[in-house]
């Protein structure tokens, strides 16, 4: 190859702007997110001011009202598939484990997120009804404390 032709290659490789990625599923979920509505089963259920769910990129979920953790170890994982994003939650309390199945969405500063009953399986909209039994979360990003 010609030492002309060689520079022309190059220089058309670095100078075409590359196509921007899409964020990552992880990235959409992972932060600080203020509870601002939540349904179970149909029914509006009340919950305490200033509860934030804490989604850790290394996979922990930490569930907080006010300054204080909420007890157990929990974790989510996503899951790939056709449809809307999918995670599945985990929690281990007194022993005992639970594993939820559910989908979510982020849109802007707002998530949803439907959960399944423990052990059940995963929703397949974004509803709560007394049939389903499923738990409808609205979420707000919130400003992460340090």
């Keep these: 190859?010609?030492?002309t032709?060689?520079?022309a290659a190059l220089a058309l490789s670095t100078a075409a702007p590359k196509l921007k990625d899409p964020p990552r599923a992880e990235s959409l979920i992972v932060?600080?997110?203020e509870?601002?509505?939540w349904t179970q089963s149909g029914s509006e259920m009340a919950f305490a001011e200033n509860t934030v769910h804490d989604y850790t990129a290394d996979g922990k979920r930490v569930i907080r009202r006010g300054?204080?953790?909420?007890d157990g170890e929990r974790r989510f994982e996503l899951v790939p598939k056709d449809g809307p994003l999918a995670v599945d939650l985990h929690r281990v309390l007194d022993g005992m484990s639970d594993h939820y199945r559910g989908i979510y969405k982020v849109e802007k500063d707002t998530m949803q997120l439907c959960i399944g009953r423990?052990?059940?399986d995963r929703p397949?909209?974004?509803e709560s009804t007394a049939d389903n039994g499923w738990i409808l979360?609205?979420?707000k990003r919130a400003a992460r404390k340090e």
Excluded: I, N, Q, Y
């Design 137 to 139: 979360m609205t979420f």
């Design 67 to 70: 300054d204080s953790a909420e």
């Design 124 to 126: 397949t909209a974004f």
């Design 118 to 120: 423990p052990g059940g």
């Design 35 to 37: 509870v601002v509505k």
């Design 1 to 3: 190859m010609s030492p």
């Design 5 to 7: 032709l060689l520079f």
């Design 31 to 33: 932060g600080r997110w």
